[in-house]
């Protein structure tokens, strides 16, 4: 597991990719030739493509090196923050629910993309930006698709009406129970504009320990034990959290209070 800071913070907004369909549409054409042939030799091919298809395409821009996972869906190369084209994984604080336990499913996600990646370079392709100038693009890592990766492995959604591109990759790790697919779970986008998941009793009643954040930001968590824990009220939709242990509090990046 990677630890708290390894993240640089950053979102997939709803709108993010907004713009970037009309762009991508005739590259995702020949998405499964990128990931049999050279990375050069395919972008010449869809370079084709587009000149054949659209009367006016934008520069694609290019970044590759060593890539620093922020989470899920997003990558820092340098100083290139990369938003990967039409997927959506869990946020990073974001947890699903499986066989009446909860689990950190978003940390999970951005866990699976860094140790997948590995040691590898990466090369990234995009013509577009999103609002908070993140480029969005699709990305090769030892000469496989992580877009498409993700999805496959049921770390991400593919992200309609945006791509169409990843369907089937999320069909066949829906059939398969992969990732996240064998939990409950809210969608990322829906859990962005503050859909949160409903727990049965079971986990409610498991759920002891409260994680509250301050009017200064910090997160603590109280404990049944602690004097002031019967007056903290937890509000979820500003981002406070129930956990069923300490070592989860923690891992989620809350601090004991009163230490």
């Not at 922020?70 to 990073?92: H, N, R, W, Y």
């Not at 866990?111 to 699709?138: K, M, P, S, T, Y």
Request: hydrophobic share 40%; charged share 25%; glycine share 12%.
């Amino acid at each position: 597991m990677i630890g708290d800071g390894f993240g640089v913070g950053g979102t997939n907004a709803d709108v993010d990719q907004g713009n970037a369909g009309a762009v991508f549409s005739s590259q995702m054409i020949s998405r499964h030739l990128r990931q049999m042939v050279p990375v050069t030799t395919v972008f010449g091919i869809v370079g084709l493509v587009s000149a054949m298809m659209l009367t006016s395409v934008p520069a694609s821009s290019q970044v590759s090196g060593r890539a620093r996972v922020v989470d899920g869906d997003t990558l820092k190369i340098g100083q290139e923050v990369v938003s990967l084209f039409g997927i959506d994984a869990p946020e990073a604080k974001q947890f699903c629910q499986s066989e009446e336990k909860l689990w950190p499913c978003g940390r999970r996600a951005r866990d699976a993309l860094h140790d997948h990646i590995g040691q590898n370079r990466v090369e990234c392709f995009g013509a577009e930006r999103d609002r908070q100038g993140r480029l969005l693009a699709v990305c090769l890592s030892g000469g496989e698709e992580l877009n498409g990766w993700l999805v496959s492995e049921g770390w991400a959604l593919a992200r309609r009406p945006i791509s169409n591109t990843y369907v089937d990759d999320e069909a066949a790790a829906l059939t398969a129970r992969r990732g996240i697919w064998d939990s409950n779970f809210v969608k990322p986008w829906e859990w962005r504009r503050g859909k949160r998941l409903k727990i049965g009793p079971l986990i409610a009643n498991q759920c002891k320990i409260k994680g509250t954040i301050t009017n200064d930001g910090k997160k603590v968590y109280f404990l049944p034990s602690d004097q002031q824990y019967p007056l903290v009220q937890i509000m979820e939709s500003t981002g406070e959290l129930w956990f069923f242990s300490e070592n989860e509090a923690r891992a989620a990046g809350w601090r004991p209070s009163g230490r």
